[in-house]
């Protein structure tokens, strides 16, 4: 299964922050891992920390609308 078929059947499971973090790792799997994720539905934003295979420190990527 490709990536992008990945990406779109988990977008299609979600439904809460613990959730989609399993299924985000499930995804990246092979690349890292999200050691944090918040999502505010509120105001359509997303913070996610990722920690990526062979590096010492996380990422953030922040998303807004």
């Given at each position: 299964?490709?990536?992008k078929s990945k990406v779109s059947k988990l977008f299609h499971i979600i439904s809460k922050s613990?959730?989609?973090r399993v299924g985000i790792n499930w995804?990246?799997?092979?690349?890292g891992r999200i050691i944090q994720l918040k999502i505010d539905n509120?105001?359509?934003?997303?913070?996610?920390?990722?920690?990526?295979?062979e590096e010492s420190l996380?990422?953030?990527?922040?998303i807004n609308k």
């Amino acid at each position: 299964m490709s990536l992008k078929s990945k990406v779109s059947k988990l977008f299609h499971i979600i439904s809460k922050s613990a959730t989609t973090r399993v299924g985000i790792n499930w995804v990246i799997g092979e690349y890292g891992r999200i050691i944090q994720l918040k999502i505010d539905n509120k105001n359509k934003a997303m913070l996610a920390s990722v920690l990526l295979k062979e590096e010492s420190l996380p990422i953030e990527i922040r998303i807004n609308k």
